[in-house]
């Protein structure tokens, strides 16, 4: 029995052939022939006939043959030795499936075996068909976008199509519509305040002395961005101690949503060594010059959170603190709540596993 797309090779001479024969006039069936005999034995000695009638012709039309008759066509497949390989693909928990296309992969026989699966997915009733294609198999995109799909999100080593086969309403996530970030106030035992310049951005050489400030990475909370972007601005050493406040702004980055977290942090080092790529000066300000900016005290939001910082600092303020909980895949996620009014629903066991 030889099995559909057993061997690229044969799989791509077939194709080729059967192009070559179906569109070209100038080739002969002798050439043809002699195309397929050179990677198949079986074609010796038959005229070109044999490969029009072959599956792998009858796959020039397979996406004009109806759903209805594609276990027909099967059948009809499998009583001539002939076995149709759909694309691997796991299902998922939403009545759709997921393909990785883990190896490299001839244009054409992927476009072929697209074909044919989407035809069984449609047939078998499924929703939306992913296909996540690495960055080296960036060859099949326009096959795959010809079959109806499209972009859905992308990262530096992969894009993930996606396709709604359904004829149920399109229930597809759309991608991540938000940012995260975060900015920090550290404010050292003589009540100076961390500050820096940045070098590049907007704030760039406008003599601003702006929080240390940061994007959150994919897979980091919030707290420890907060750490790590005081810690790379400037080389101080913090703990985290609450979230004072968060805003969410829209139509920012990309078109997309921005959460930003204004953390309080306790520094335990004080010599500064601020990030030459990113800061052009750094240091401890004066809680009074720093506020008397005209940046500050023009721009509403960071006015408002200046003067939610200072209440903290007179002990008038309690903003979120962490705890760490367990989730229902048993996973372990920070809660951010304000433990002051809250203490009383916490165990004494719940306290001693976050010290």
Request: hydrophobic share 40%; aromatic share 10%; proline share 3%.
């Amino acid at each position: 029995m030889m099995r559909y797309g057993a061997s690229n090779k044969l799989y791509r001479t077939c194709l080729l052939a059967t192009k070559l024969s179906h569109t070209s006039s100038q080739v002969s069936p002798h050439t043809v022939t002699t195309l397929l005999s050179s990677v198949n034995p079986e074609f010796q000695g038959h005229n070109v006939s044999n490969c029009k009638n072959s599956f792998l012709s009858r796959r020039v039309y397979m996406s004009s043959v109806s759903l209805g008759s594609l276990a027909a066509k099967e059948q009809e497949g499998h009583q001539k030795g002939i076995e149709f390989q759909l694309l691997r693909a796991v299902e998922d928990q939403h009545g759709g499936v997921v393909v990785n296309i883990d190896e490299t992969m001839d244009t054409l026989v992927f476009a072929s075996m697209l074909d044919v699966s989407l035809a069984r997915w449609k047939e078998q009733r499924k929703k939306g068909v992913w296909i996540k294609l690495p960055i080296e198999n960036s060859n099949l995109v326009a096959a795959a976008v010809k079959a109806g799909f499209r972009y859905h999100h992308a990262e530096p080593d992969y894009m993930m199509l996606v396709n709604w086969i359904s004829n149920a309403p399109n229930t597809i996530p759309p991608n991540a519509s938000h940012r995260v970030g975060i900015g920090a106030f550290v404010m050292n035992s003589n009540g100076e305040l961390l500050v820096v310049q940045e070098s590049n951005g907007r704030f760039s050489g406008k003599g601003i002395w702006k929080l240390p400030t940061g994007a959150v990475n994919e897979g980091e909370d919030i707290c420890t961005a907060a750490i790590r972007e005081v810690k790379e601005e400037t080389g101080i050493d913090t703990e985290f101690v609450e979230v004072l406040a968060f805003r969410q702004s829209h139509q920012t980055f990309f078109q997309k949503s921005d959460l930003f977290f204004a953390c309080l942090l306790q520094p335990y080092s004080f010599k500064i060594q601020r990030q030459a790529s990113e800061i052009a000066a750094a240091q401890w300000m004066p809680i009074e010059d720093y506020v008397a900016q005209p940046f500050v005290r023009e721009n509403e939001l960071f006015d408002l959170l200046t003067k939610i910082w200072l209440s903290k600092v007179d002990e008038k303020y309690t903003g979120f603190s962490t705890i760490l909980a367990k989730t229902s895949k048993s996973k372990k996620s920070y809660l951010y709540f304000n433990k002051k009014d809250a203490s009383c629903l916490l165990s004494p066991n719940s306290i001693k596993d976050q010290s």
